[in-house]
């Protein structure tokens, strides 16, 4: 099994600020992970696929990078409805969850 | 617009079966491009991927699941469907269906589903 680890698990940020959110793979998993934004009730949606690619419909201020075992996530300036937990996927094996990032209001 | 609707029982006695069906709509599950995915949170917690099946029938399991787990699909009906035997208080969680590639990603998913396991 393939750990996700995120980092931190609580990032405290305001309004119109950078936020960068980290996982970690246990292993190399390429470029083979995916991030979503979940909010509270609501079904994850998928943000960056590839580590980089953004999906459709999916604002410029996200940003993904990384390869092989070190991913970042980026949110360029922060927008009140970005408020959420994020999680980390990996799909380089069968599929893996980090355990999330919860980014609140500062 | 794909969407996906998960539907079944919101409360299962421990050590029966838990079954949900997943509905297919704005698109075909036959596609072959995409695996059709089950995942679950419990409560508070993080996700975590339970198996995936392909419009053929082929399926791929979670290990630490794999002895519980069926997955099949109906092609006629446009739906997938999930069992899961043997169910204990852990399994207690919102159950998510959602399209993937595989190996992959997933989106859409649907809005899940809570299932409590409780006597």
Same mark, same amino acid.
Request: proline share 6%; net charge positive; glycine share 10%.
């Given at each position: ?51 980089? /690619? ?19 996530? /980026? ?32 | ?27 075909? %599950? ?5 695996? *059709?995915? *089950? %995942? ?12 995936? %099946? ?16 069926? %997955?099949?699909? &109906? ?15 852990? &399994? ?14 997933? &989106?859409? *998913? ?10």
């Amino acid at each position: 099994e393939i750990v996700m680890t995120q980092s931190p698990a609580t990032l405290s940020v305001s309004p119109g600020e950078r936020a960068t959110l980290s996982c970690r793979a246990s292993q190399s998993v390429s470029s083979n992970l995916a991030w979503y934004q979940q909010k509270p009730g609501q079904a994850p949606r998928l943000l960056i696929y590839g580590a980089s /690619t953004r999906a459709t419909g999916i604002p410029a201020r996200f940003s993904g990078s990384g390869s092989g075992t070190e991913f970042t996530l /980026t949110i360029s300036s922060l927008q009140s409805e970005d408020f959420a937990v994020y999680y980390c996927q990996q799909y380089n094996n069968w599929p893996t969850f980090g355990g999330g990032t919860k980014v609140e209001i500062k | 617009q794909l969407q996906l609707q998960e539907s079944g029982p919101g409360l299962v006695k421990p050590s029966e079966t838990l079954s949900l069906t997943c509905t297919v709509s704005g698109g075909s %599950i036959s596609s072959s491009s995409y695996y *059709w995915g *089950w %995942i679950r949170q419990p409560p508070g917690k993080g996700l975590e991927w339970i198996g995936s %099946i392909y419009y053929s029938g082929s399926t791929y399991y979670n290990p630490s699941l794999k002895s519980r787990v069926t %997955i099949s699909v &109906d092609t006629s009906k446009n739906q997938f469907s999930l069992k899961l035997s043997s169910v204990t208080a852990a &399994d207690t969680a919102v159950y998510y269906c959602a399209r993937s590639t595989r190996p992959g990603w997933f &989106d859409p *998913w649907g809005q899940g589903t809570l299932v409590t396991v409780s006597s």
